[in-house]
């Protein structure tokens, strides 16, 4: 096998949500990688994260776009922390 030395990616610079690529358990320490410059941040995790879900990159208030691939892909319902799940229950589609 191979090693992957990161458990979540960042597709776009300006994206404050990135993807896990494995499950994250809340207080655990790990590394983004921006896919574009392969550049890494860390950061801790604050809530168990399913594989293929959302986590917060940065700090957002409530009513901030949240931005994934470079797009609005929506907005957050409540302050978020960095580090955070994002999902239907902190974020609404602009749609809704």
């Known amino acids: 096998g191979y090693t992957v030395d990161h458990s ?3 597709h776009q610079a300006e994206d404050t ?3 896990v690529i494995y499950p994250v358990n ?3 320490e790990i590394a983004v990688k ?14 168990n994260i399913p594989i293929f879900h ?3 990159l940065s700090d957002m208030t409530e009513g901030q776009d949240v931005i994934e691939y470079g797009q609005i892909i929506g907005r957050a319902t409540a302050d978020i922390q960095a580090g955070s799940y994002v999902h239907i229950h902190n974020i609404k589609t602009k749609k809704w």
């Open 17 to 19: 949500v990135g993807i």
């Open 8 to 10: 979540a990616l960042r």
């Open 34 to 47: 921006d896919i574009a410059t392969e550049e890494k941040l860390c950061l801790t995790v604050r809530e």
């Open 54 to 56: 959302k986590i917060a």
């Open 26 to 28: 809340a207080g655990s």
